[in-house]
């Protein structure tokens, strides 16, 4: 339990003059920050504006050029990752950081008790966890193991990491981006909770409307710059959106869609990580896909990248069963793909750009003529995706692991585009990419949507699935709900869908990959 | 520490390092001379002199470094696919084996047998590094220690053959085999030098090789295999049929190394064939940073260094395994030098 | 087969067993600390010749046996901490550079061996441990000479797997260990250091393979001769998977393995040794290692950051 109050009145949390530059970058140029106790302060920025190494400077992962850190008026040392969490600084990270292989109450005490201590205590320690989930909300089994817990509760055990070593100060980055919408609100009741008790938070996002509904103040950042700080009183979304992007942001407006004839269809398709899907993309329409992370969207693109193959159901392209499926098939009855992660899927970081755009078709004339390459050809390829897309680069040669995110993508998009896909599947597509590369990537999808494609957008994203779906289905478990047409459903309804709600008779809660479904015969997804 | 990608390194930095590397060894090299009690620079005089002091010297050198290519080659090809060969030697008595049988069981004129030979030598070659590589793209079974432990059996299967159905009635009780007939024995590359076709053969192969590896669609898969897998079997590469095609190449080359020695010098098929050619092969690859062009003058190099602390240990009390500390020091020490050249080691 | 009957039945099968699997015990703890730390150690096999070497020759030059299991195992360490510079701060190919090591320590061994003794036609020997009775358990009949009629480090290496057990599963230090082969950020954001705990166990594990090598001269055989490890540390390799990353299984692999080793020595000499070549029976072993490393591969539970450096910082 949070025992001894801080010194009253002084801030428990004081970064000043934080400066970090990384070569010609300035990442963090001269970050003031002061958190109060009981406080939950946003920290609002774009991908990129610094958010991430202003944390890192704090947990002394990286030392800044100049400027200091200072915890409940103690000056942390530089550079010593123990400082910050030995100092009541807990954080919970965008990507889990939890070993799957050991149970939840382990990674709770993992490094809490000096190494060569004999005994783990494991008594007392679960007695503790149990007392602190209580008080603060949040329910997790401590004996499970990690690998089974569902994203939602391996979160809560990285809330609980940092409240058992009685952190004083908790950081969430993008702690919602995993979240149903049901579940965030369990998060915010969580937090409003620890502040209650004296805690201090501050919540790292770019989700505007999160930020409104949780924090007093918000502090905004960009090109590694303080450029704003506002109580949430005071301001508005609009308002905020401005300050974090530098000029009016307008969101794409998608005109009405013209659909045209189902160009893809799944019937009741099972698989490994889906139950009974069905789904029909249509041409000039983009299919949205919510769900919380890991509920059977790899699964579905998977099966529509051609990595994976249909264990039951009918498939068809364009009216007709495919062949041998795979990776190649997919290509060649016409299905772009745009993989989730563009770092370790979509490109191969020690190849130049060049190579990088033949990927797909580097078997094919005039690229490659019976074995042998002709890297004129390949060069011309890859120069043309370069002017038509506007990928800054030095040069066709270039090794692509030197290319901004919004560069990388931008290449892959011409590589997808440019031949002409019926199908598309968008997998996350502007994840991690800057505004100006969002706005891009999704004008791009919506030319491709009017020019006649059939597009199946992924997305955690639920305020980019509504605003480029024409129609929308949610995934949970691996089963897909029935779609729903643009402007018919609200955030809070998707919600119940992404939390396994209204699945017929396999809608229990709690329902996780791990669950023993049975084998959906009676579950109808056509509601 | 922490480590820091350089987007384009000084040509200082990059020949540099490198060098520092060989210059690192060297001293290493002078610190065991030191231990032997000899002087380093006498030592070093001595190896040079032992390894092209004269023609014969010279010649030793490139004979010793002809199936050096070929393992290295082997090692070259299946690394750059990420393929961690390091059976080598089991590949290499494959190919003498089958040198062997090919020729001494066919009677057919030498100029038949000459490339019936090389060509079971691939084969077999291939074939033996095909399990493996069967192993871990369908059951995911790491080949490095399957591979390692192929050389093992390999080496008792050899002996098994030669104490048996292979073994010379002529060989007074050794174990050895009949060997292949005179005009069937690869010719000298050039009359009067004790230098036979195999070395040509060796050069034909590392160019081959780089033409594969820059110019054709199958190069152009091993080297995508090889940097990502996953990105590569997204994008529609099939990447076990490439691994497989990686591994006969390979195992083929390896096995040409045994083909070399068997029909070009010996002339049978003995235990003490290679002196460790195989795993040898993995230094003349990375001292060649997989280059196949660049295999063959490391190749020379590390034969360089044997033959010439052959000679040096006859003059001097210095034991010859000091070439290979040399050559393992060198190894670790390029491989962190070439680390170097990418990445920039920074403090926090 | 009452022949192989026959042979389980006798107590010195058993004791040949234990003695058999030793040095492989050794060695396989050693790998697993290494590998339950994220780091493939190849460099095992020269290790153990390293260890193996240094070992015999302290005692040879008058150290007493402890003090040359002391010797075989900081000559493990010294390379161990030359690998661990090498694949954990500086992040590089862990196979390469163990095949380095492998090299680096064998040829120095060779070279320290011809140094210290050039003129040698004969390894020269020393008075290796002998077997140490234990009161009250040795005298039981079977049983007695089967099991407990060892050398001292045949009773160590299995006081070793349970202590590797021990701090594996019951300290912060092994829970720790754990952690960081599976997700080195977790062990970071807990303000642990993974370069710590990976060098740590590289060198410790590497430890233990220079007292695996250092049981075939002290306690096997009274001398060093060059082959003499001949491959036992790849056999480790597999043992490691065999045994699931776990120290129990491993150390049952190590003895089931053992057993079969000890069967075909013996099987050489029966009826069946007669109409089989030897070469056979010695191929047993490899094909063993190679089977279980097939039998493992679907179920093993491998630790997921097993060979992938971790760069602070880099996401």
Redesign the interface.
């Given at each position: 339990m949070p025992s001894e109050a801080p010194a009253q009145g002084g801030p428990v949390l004081r970064l000043s003059g934080i400066t970090k530059r990384f070569g010609a970058l300035v990442a963090n140029d001269g970050i003031d920050l002061d958190l109060a106790r009981g406080e939950v302060l946003a920290l609002l920025g774009e991908n990129g504006a610094g958010k991430t190494t202003l944390m890192?400077i704090l947990f002394g992962?990286?030392s800044a050029d100049s400027g200091a850190v200072e915890v409940m008026g103690k000056t942390l040392p530089p550079g010593q990752?123990?400082a910050a969490?030995?100092a009541g600084v807990g954080?919970v990270?965008q990507?889990f950081?939890?070993?799957?292989?050991?149970t939840a109450l382990?990674?709770i005490?993992?490094?809490?008790?000096?190494?060569?201590?004999?005994?783990?205590g494991r008594g007392a320690a679960r007695a503790r966890v149990v007392a602190l989930s209580r008080d603060f909300g949040l329910a997790v089994d401590p004996g499970a193991m990690v690998a089974d817990l569902s994203v939602g509760e391996r979160q809560r055990v990285e809330i609980l990491?940092a409240l058992y070593r009685d952190a004083r100060i908790l950081i969430l980055d993008e702690p919602t981006a995993v979240l149903t919408p049901q579940e965030t609100d369990a998060l915010f009741e969580t937090l409003r909770r620890a502040v209650a008790l004296g805690l201090s938070v501050i919540f790292i996002s770019h989700k505007l409307h999160e930020v409104m509904a949780i924090a007093s103040r918000v502090l905004v950042l960009r090109h590694g710059r303080l450029v704003g700080a506002v109580t949430t009183t005071d301001t508005d979304r609009h308002k905020l959106a401005e300050m974090m992007v530098g000029a009016e942001i307008t969101p794409p407006a998608p005109s009405r869609a013209t659909p045209g004839a189902p160009l893809l269809v799944l019937d009741r398709v099972s698989g490994p990580g889906l139950r009974d899907v069905s789904l029909s993309l249509r041409a000039g329409q983009i299919t949205g896909l919510a769900g919380v992370s890991g509920n059977g969207q790899g699964a579905l693109a998977d099966l529509l990248s051609g990595l994976a193959t249909p264990t039951a159901g009918r498939f068809e392209i364009a009216g007709n069963p495919p062949g041998a499926w795979s990776p190649r098939a997919a290509i060649a009855a016409g299905i772009g793909r745009i993989p989730e992660d563009r770092h370790r899927t979509g490109t191969i970081a020690d190849f130049s750009l060049t190579e990088n755009a033949i990927l797909e078709t580097y078997a094919d004339a005039p690229v490659s003529r019976s074995g042998w390459m002709d890297w004129t050809h390949a060069r011309q390829r890859a120069e043309g995706i370069i002017a038509q897309y506007d990928v800054r680069c030095p040069g066709p040669q270039t090794r692509i692991r030197l290319l901004s995110g919004g560069n990388m993508q931008k290449l892959i998009l011409g590589r997808v585009l440019g031949e002409n896909p019926r199908v598309i599947l968008a997998n996350q597509p502007v994840r991690g990419l800057d505004i100006g590369a969002v706005t891009y990537v999704q004008n791009q999808l919506l030319a491709a949507r009017d020019a006649g494609a059939a597009i199946l957008l992924i997305s955690e994203d639920l305020d980019e699935i509504l605003t480029l779906s024409d129609v929308i289905h949610v995934i949970s478990a691996g089963r897909l709900s029935p779609a729903f047409p643009r402007g018919t459903m609200k955030p809070a309804d998707l919600g119940q869908w992404m939390a396994g709600h209204g699945f017929g008779d396999h809608g229990n809660e709690e329902d996780r990959k791990t669950g023993q479904g049975d084998k959906g015969q009676g579950g109808s997804n056509a509601a | 520490?922490?480590?820091e990608a350089i987007a384009d390194p000084t040509l200082a930095r990059s020949l540099g390092l490198p060098a520092l590397a060989l210059v690192a060894t060297v001293l290493v090299g002078a610190f065991?001379a030191m231990?032997?009690g000899a002087d380093p620079l006498q030592t070093f005089g001595l190896i040079v002199k032992g390894a092209a002091g004269s023609k014969f010297a010279l010649l030793e050198t490139l004979n010793r470094a002809t199936p050096l290519i070929f393992t290295g080659l082997a090692v070259a090809v299946a690394f750059r696919a990420r393929l961690?060969n390091?059976g080598a030697e089991a590949q290499l008595y494959a190919g003498a084996l089958a040198t062997v049988l090919i020729g001494t069981k066919l009677a057919l004129p030498g100029a038949a047998l000459i490339p019936l030979m090389g060509l079971g030598a691939l084969v077999a070659g291939g074939l033996v590094l095909l399990g493996p590589v069967l192993?871990k793209t369908r059951?995911?079974?790491?080949e490095?220690?399957?591979t390692?432990?192929?050389n093992?059996?390999m080496l008792?299967?050899i002996?098994?053959l030669l104490?048996?159905p292979l073994k010379d009635p002529m060989g007074m009780g050794w174990p050895k085999s009949e060997p292949i007939p005179r005009d069937a024995r690869l010719p000298r590359l050039v009359e009067g030098l004790r230098l036979h076709w195999g070395f040509g053969l060796a050069l034909v192969s590392a160019v081959a090789v780089w033409v594969i590896q820059t110019r054709t669609t199958l190069g152009y898969e091993i080297r995508a295999v090889g940097l990502n897998a996953q990105a590569a079997r997204f994008a529609g590469i099939p990447v076990g049929a490439v691994l497989v095609k990686t591994a006969l190449l390979s195992g083929g080359l390896a096995a040409l190394a045994g083909y070399s020695e068997v029909a070009g010098l010996k002339g049978n098929l003995t235990l003490d064939l290679s002196p460790g050619f195989g795993?040898t092969g993995?230094?003349v690859a990375?001292l060649a940073l997989l280059n196949p062009l660049g295999v063959v003058v490391s190749a020379i190099f590390v034969a360089g260094i044997f033959v010439g602390a052959d000679g040096m240990s006859r003059a001097a009390?210095v034991?010859t395994?000091?070439a290979?500390?040399l050559?393992?020091?060198a190894?670790?020490f390029m491989?962190?030098a070439i680390?170097l050249t990418k990445f920039r080691v920074r403090r926090g | 087969m009452t022949e192989i009957a026959e042979i389980l039945l006798t107590a010195s099968f058993w004791a040949a067993v234990l003695r058999i699997a030793s040095p492989l015990i050794f060695a396989t703890m050693g790998e697993l600390i290494c590998e339950r730390a994220g780091v493939l150690n190849?460099g095992i096999e020269g290790i153990m010749v390293a260890g193996a070497f240094a070992g015999w020759m302290a005692v040879y030059s008058g150290m007493g046996l402890w003090g040359g299991v002391a010797v075989a195992m900081a000559a493990g360490m010294f390379f161990g901490a030359?690998h661990a510079v090498?694949t954990v701060?500086?992040?590089?190919?862990q196979?390469?550079?163990g095949?380095?090591?492998t090299?680096?320590a064998?040829?120095?061994a060779?070279?320290a061996y011809?140094?210290a003794l050039?003129e040698v036609t004969s390894p020269p020997r020393i008075e290796p441990f002998q077997p140490v009775d234990i009161p009250g358990l040795s005298d039981l009949p079977f049983i007695g000479p089967a099991l407990f009629s060892q050398t001292p480090l045949t009773y160590f290496a299995f006081f070793t797997v349970l202590v590797v057990a021990l701090v594996l599963y019951?300290?912060?230090?092994g829970?720790?260990l754990?952690?960081v082969g599976?997700?080195p950020?977790?062990?970071?954001?807990?303000?642990?250091?993974v370069?710590a705990l990976r060098m740590g166990a590289v060198i410790v594990g590497s430890g233990l393979m220079g007292i695996g090598g250092a049981f075939l001269t002290l306690s096997a055989f009274s001398s060093f001769f060059f082959e003499m490890v001949?491959?036992r540390g790849?056999?480790c390799?597999?043992l490691v998977?065999f045994g699931a990353w776990m120290p129990g299984r491993a150390l049952l692999g190590a003895v089931l393995f053992a057993a079969f080793d000890a069967l075909q020595i013996r099987m050489q000499q029966t009826g069946l040794g007669a109409l089989v070549?030897y070469?056979?029976f010695?191929?047993i072993p490899?094909?063993l290692?190679?089977l279980a490393?097939?039998l493992m591969?679907?179920r093993a539970?491998v630790?997921?950051a097993l060979m992938v450096p971790y760069?602070?910082?880099e996401?």
């Open positions: 890192n992962h990286y990752p123990g969490l030995r954080m990270h990507h950081t939890l070993a799957d292989n050991l382990d990674n005490l993992l490094g809490t008790e000096p190494l060569w201590k004999p005994g783990l990491k | 520490m922490r480590l065991l231990l032997a961690w390091i192993l059951l995911g079974v790491d490095v220690v399957t390692l432990l192929f093992f059996i008792l299967l002996s098994l104490e048996g795993y993995i230094v990375m009390e034991p395994y000091i290979d500390i050559l393992a020091t190894l670790l491989v962190l680390l | 190849l030359l090498l701060p500086f992040g590089l190919s196979h390469v550079v095949i380095g090591i090299l680096l064998t040829s120095s060779y070279y011809r140094l050039p019951r300290t912060p230090l829970l720790a754990r952690a599976e997700n950020a977790a062990v970071e954001a807990q303000g642990l250091s370069t001949n491959g790849w056999i390799i597999a998977v070549p070469q056979v010695l191929m490899y094909i290692s190679i490393l097939i591969s679907r539970n630790p997921a760069n602070k910082g996401r």
